[in-house]
């Protein structure tokens, strides 16, 4: 008799492998992009990987605590969306897991390493202490994603169905494209 794998476990391996692909291909071209870079270019793809952390953080928040209730009347009044965001909202759990940890973690991975090439820029261009440029570059990373995402939470939270709606509207958008 064959063995069935928990439909949870089969979602941590799918995250597992999906982990490791984004993070390979989003570190292959922040590296690319970021080899013999200047400080402003460094600079711009760090803020880019925290905006997008952030991004994926409100999302993740906002379907974990939106009600199915509106959105079962706009999909009966078929508001363009509704459908794509019940989904979201049923599958609160994969979406927040898929939103928070997994793109979010690989943000704070990649924002990790584009920290140490702007320490490096720093350290080769402005001849800084690499020690000092350390702790000061981290500690404007991790503030500025932590202020973030501690400023943009209740915003989530507060705006959840406008929010996960424009998620759903623009995977609509997506399927009717692709299709």
Known sequence: MKKRI???????IRLLIWSFAITVILTLFSTHA????GLI??????????VL???????GIAAATASEKPFHAMAANRVAGA??????IKNADRVSSFCND???????????????AI??????????GVTITTLVVSGLLAGLTVGAKALFKPLAMRHNTAI???MGQLIHIFKRKVK
Do not use: H, N, Q
Request: charge should be neutral; proline fraction near 2%.
């Open 6 to 12: 928990k439909p949870s476990l089969r979602w941590a």
């Open 34 to 37: 970021m080899s013999g870079a």
């Open 41 to 50: 270019t460094a600079i711009f793809i760090l803020l880019v990987f925290i």
């Open 53 to 59: 952390g952030v991004l994926f953080d409100m999302l």
């Open 83 to 88: 459908a794509e965001s019940l989904r979201f």
């Open 102 to 116: 997994m793109v979010g973690d690989i943000c704070g991975i990649i924002s990790g390493i584009s920290a140490m």
């Open 119 to 128: 320490v490096t820029v720093l350290s080769r261009d402005f001849s800084a």
């Open 164 to 166: 996960v709606l424009l």
